[in-house]
């Protein structure tokens, strides 16, 4: 190409622009209008043959019962989501007890369907969580509460407002080791009273775990009494030193 | 100081002592490997503590270890005469978890199983109950029945009592062909069976004489202790999640839900001889409605969960409320899996029933408890 025409063709040059940008714009169009035909096949499609979808998370301070509970117990709710049709609020370890008080006799959430744990050790403080899902049968309607707890921390026990509460926090902690205050009867549930550890914990390994701690140091005197990790469970007594082995009788069979 | 036979004795008399006596965990009429530390007056039970845990696996655990899929035979092995609705609560709760919508043609085979699931389950219970309080005969009748159910189950996935035979997305087998038409025939006998059992016991005196009156459980405690499945209706409340939130096929299908009203064993008795009949009902509501079409849905060869997400989910068992609450991490193992064992809860009250009755009623409230261990213990 010489300068000239190069000069002379300014207009031209931009009419090839103007070209090019119109031929990207509909190949946009063509892609976006690929991509709506895609998702329209994709809506046309029944609903098991789609891709699967997760429920989505909204925030859920608009829900009657989180604006009717923010009310009263303020500061203990810190977070209010809608997950799929789940209502899951974030609550202050220190108000559990009043909120869960509030839920069971003003709002009608009269039954307590479990409660259960997690550990998160990756979290740098709060470790654990304790999990509550609670029911109403005019409402029809489930609720999840969840209260973090850093390790070594109390939980306010709900016991006083359900009874059944009981042995769900006794299992939280047999398995996590997060104790309930003013819990009745706080003892160990799945595994043995002198069992060593919390099993459901990350750092809890499966195959379990050979700490050689007495089982039952409050009733046996020391040195004595089951021993964790010893297969028979009791701890054997030292073996007597084996006496020399006759050099003359062994390797000779008659 | 005045006494007759029926006043329940909890003070100490006559210069008596209140005994500690041990019962179970190796002892028939537990079910299982209950043990309960009773303190007696005599022959009344004064107090009752029930020691669980002597067949925990640490089922909880092993659902973190392994995927999605593999997860489902651990379901099984919880409660054990009622695999298949362990199963459907698991798969029910990585569905929702995920995001995976079965088709219409795997929620109906879904709801004929674990009808036939509640059928049998049911059925055990009555075998083992009726036993323990005296009457032997309906042990024979209620296994012939249970028998044919299981050969269903046989023909259909290959295993009796742990049948892991549903998987998250669908179904993983289609019915045999001849399933339709013998599932029919059981369902069209069964309640004539029903009648067979009731005539042996609904007006037997001995059998109201065991039953009426003990063990009561008022609704306002049962709901205290989150007491669900036919305990909770047997004391007069209406609620089953089968109608409060439905799954699967469950709001295609009439059905009703019976209720009892004077909270002892004998009305729990009465729920459950009904839900039999009302199971076969659906049944053969599913098995005229069953659809044609795919039983899988589309869906990864390895699930994976979104990262930070939970879901909870739960099915009416034969027992109660078994529900399954995950949480994923976005790798292909739940990153925390919690059963809610139905039977866990009802045992909890079982000292409330049982204060202040005779020890021979506690094997009768045992038995309408009707617990599982391995769902207990997990």
């Not at chain 2, 043990?35 to 696996?57: C, F, N, Q, S, T």
């Not at chain 2, 005969?137 to 996935?157: G, H, K, M, S, W």
């Not at chain 2, 005779?358 to 038995?367: P, R, W």
């Amino acid at each position: 190409m010489s300068d000239e025409e190069q000069l002379g063709s300014t207009a031209d040059e931009v009419e090839a622009k103007a070209e090019a940008e119109a031929k990207a714009m509909a190949k946009a169009e063509a892609i976006a209008a690929a991509k709506a035909k895609k998702a329209a096949e994709e809506a046309a499609k029944p609903v098991w043959e789609r891709d699967p979808k997760p429920p989505e998370v909204v925030d859920a301070s608009g829900d009657s019962l989180v604006s009717d509970l923010r009310a009263v117990h303020g500061e203990t709710i810190s977070s209010a989501n809608l997950i799929g049709e789940d209502l899951t609020l974030g609550v202050d370890r220190s108000g559990i007890r009043e909120l869960c008080d509030s839920l069971r006799n003003q709002h009608g959430y009269r039954l307590l369907v479990d409660i259960c744990g997690a550990d998160y050790p990756q979290r740098e403080e709060e470790r654990f969580e304790v999990v509550y899902h609670v029911y109403s049968l005019e409402r029809n309607r489930r609720v999840r509460l969840k209260v973090r707890v850093p390790e070594g921390e109390d939980v306010p026990s709900v016991t006083s407002v359900w009874r059944g509460a009981d042995w769900c926090e006794r299992e939280i902690f047999d398995m996590f080791g997060i104790v309930f205050s003013d819990h009745p009867d706080m003892t160990r549930i799945l595994t043995w009273e002198g069992f060593n550890g919390h099993p459901l914990r990350k750092d809890f390994p499966v195959e379990g775990i050979d700490t050689g701690a007495a089982i039952y140091p409050e009733r046996y005197e020391e040195d004595a009494g089951p021993i964790a990790g010893t297969g028979t469970g009791w701890k054997l007594p030292k073996p007597e030193p084996e006496p020399e082995p006759e050099s003359e009788s062994e390797g000779v069979e008659s | 100081m005045s006494l007759s036979s029926d006043t329940p004795r909890t003070e100490t008399l006559f210069g008596l002592q209140e005994m500690e006596l041990n019962f179970g965990p190796q002892h028939p009429a537990t079910h299982g490997v209950l043990r309960l530390r009773l303190k007696v007056d005599g022959e009344r039970v004064v107090d009752a503590y029930p020691i669980i845990g002597y067949l925990h696996r640490g089922t909880e655990k092993l659902f973190e270890l392994h995927p999605y899929f593999q997860n489902v035979p651990h379901t099984d092995r919880m409660d054990y005469v009622a695999a298949a609705t362990s199963n459907l609560a698991y798969v029910g709760a990585v569905e929702k978890l995920i995001g995976l919508t079965p088709p219409p043609r795997a929620r109906y085979i879904r709801t004929i199983l674990a009808e036939l699931q509640r059928i049998s389950s049911h059925l055990i219970w009555l075998a083992t109950h009726a036993i323990d309080i005296g009457a032997m005969t309906p042990f024979f009748y209620t296994f012939r029945e249970r028998e044919v159910i299981l050969d269903l189950f046989e023909e259909y996935c290959g295993a009796r009592l742990t049948l892991n035979c549903m998987r998250p997305g669908g179904q993983p087998y289609d019915l045999p062909v001849g399933w339709e038409e013998r599932c029919r025939e059981f369902i069209d006998d069964f309640p004539g069976k029903v009648d067979e059992y009731e005539g042996l016991l609904t007006n037997n005196r001995i059998w109201k004489k065991r039953t009426i009156d003990v063990g009561i459980l008022p609704p306002e405690v049962a709901l205290e202790y989150g007491v669900t499945g036919p305990m909770l209706r047997g004391a007069g409340i209406e609620w089953d999640i089968r109608k409060a939130m439905p799954y699967e096929a469950y709001s295609e299908v009439e059905f009703d839900v019976p209720v009892a009203h004077n909270c002892d064993t004998y009305d729990r008795y009465v729920v459950r001889m009904e839900e039999m009949r009302q199971s076969t009902r659906i049944v053969d509501q599913c098995l005229e409605k069953l659809p044609d079409g795919p039983i899988m849905a589309k869906r990864p060869r390895v699930l994976k969960a979104p990262k930070d997400s939970e879901a909870y989910f739960s099915v009416e068992g034969p027992k109660g409320e078994i529900g399954f609450y995950i949480v994923g991490d976005g790798t292909h193992t739940p990153y925390r899996c919690r059963v809610r064992p139905a039977s866990f809860m009802n045992l909890q009250v079982l000292p409330e029933m049982v204060r202040g009755q005779l020890i021979a009623d506690l094997v009768a409230v045992i038995g309408t408890t009707d617990i599982v261990l391995g769902e207990i213990d997990r």
